[in-house]
């Protein structure tokens, strides 16, 4: 089973509502609340496979596939069961990917993707970011083969 998790601070000068829309527009199957229990609030989600379709989508219409990959082996866990990474909270409230490569000054979007195997997660990341030649995927897995 797949678990999606997403936060992103809210800062004094930004609006709520525009940090959880930059959050729903690149998952949008992704249920999201306030979280104000930590010293500054955060916009929280949780989901599942399905919070990443657009995701998926974005990652092919921006031809973003080799840069995703990296980052989510870069995030393994060491347990080899979750992955997480960053994306940045300003250029996703205008429905675009960018992964920084350190936390912003604002704050990015984290995001944390939680499986059963390790031999799941690598096929999320193969379906979500294959491996690709000269930017065009070598297989596109089926979601249901994930």
């Known amino acids: 089973?797949?678990?999606?998790e997403v936060s992103a601070?809210?800062?004094p000068t930004?609006?709520?509502?525009?940090?959880?829309?930059?959050?729903?527009?690149?998952?949008?199957?992704?249920e999201t609340d306030l979280d104000q229990s930590m010293?500054?609030?955060?916009?929280?989600?949780?989901?599942?496979?399905?919070s990443l379709f657009t995701m998926h989508e974005?990652?092919?219409?921006?031809?973003?596939?080799?840069t995703a990959r990296t980052q989510l082996n870069k995030g393994h866990s060491i347990d080899g069961l979750s992955t997480d990474f960053?994306?940045?909270?300003?250029?996703?409230?205008?429905?675009?990917?960018?992964?920084p490569a350190t936390e912003e000054p604002l704050g990015s979007i984290h995001v944390t993707?939680?499986?059963?195997?390790?031999?799941?997660?690598?096929?999320?990341?193969?379906?979500?970011?294959?491996?690709?030649?000269?930017g065009e995927p070598l297989i596109e897995l089926d979601v249901n083969d994930i």
């Open 86 to 99: 960053m994306l940045n909270k300003q250029v996703a409230t205008v429905n675009r990917l960018n992964f």
């Open 9 to 11: 601070i809210v800062n």
């Open 39 to 50: 010293p500054k609030p955060r916009v929280v989600g949780h989901g599942d496979l399905e």
């Open 113 to 134: 993707i939680n499986t059963n195997s390790g031999e799941e997660l690598d096929r999320l990341i193969d379906w979500l970011a294959p491996q690709t030649e000269d």
């Open 1 to 4: 089973m797949i678990e999606v």
């Open 58 to 66: 974005l990652l092919r219409q921006e031809r973003l596939l080799d």
């Open 14 to 30: 930004e609006d709520t509502e525009r940090v959880a829309l930059a959050i729903s527009n690149m998952f949008k199957r992704l």
